[in-house]
């Protein structure tokens, strides 16, 4: 994926309802799917800024737009997270760790999913 920004809060929550219909949608559907009760003239604009910045295609089809992702899933949240490591904890995996776990947010099951998944990343290698 080529850089693309980070998105403000409601233009991810979009990006997620139109990812997960996995076919192009409406901005009826996306309304229909937020979690909020957004006006039509906010999602309008969010389609249209997502638009903008590269990260949906806008086809007529007939009265209606349809929008389909132009960025997956996968590559956005693997650049997020690599963006977030760097910005808050100066790309120090086990700072966000320390964090996370001085914070509470790491349950016991947490800790042993982490640890077999980096047990299982050193053998790949």
């Known amino acids: 994926m080529n850089e693309k920004r980070r998105l ?4 991810l929550e979009v990006m997620q309802i139109v990812w997960h219909a996995g076919q192009p949608v409406t901005s009826g559907y996306v309304q229909e799917h937020a979690a909020q009760a957004w006006k039509t003239t906010s999602v ?5 800024r997502l ?3 590269g990260f949906l295609q806008r086809d007529k089809c007939g ?4 929008y389909t992702p132009l960025v997956d899933e996968e590559s956005y949240l ?3 997270s690599a963006s977030f490591l760097q910005r808050v904890h100066r790309g ?7 964090s996370l776990a001085d914070a509470g947010a790491l349950k016991q099951e947490d800790i042993a999913e982490l640890r077999a998944f980096l047990d299982g990343k050193g053998d790949a290698q």
């Not at 309008?44 to 249209?48: A, I, K, Q, V």
């Not at 009265?63 to 349809?66: D, E, F, V």
């Not at 120090?92 to 320390?98: E, I, Y």
């Open 8 to 11: 403000p809060d409601a233009e």
């Open 44 to 48: 309008l604009t969010f389609l249209s």
């Open 51 to 53: 638009c903008g910045k």
């Open 63 to 66: 009265k209606q737009n349809l």
């Open 78 to 80: 693997r650049q997020e």
């Open 92 to 98: 120090s995996f086990k700072n966000l760790v320390a």
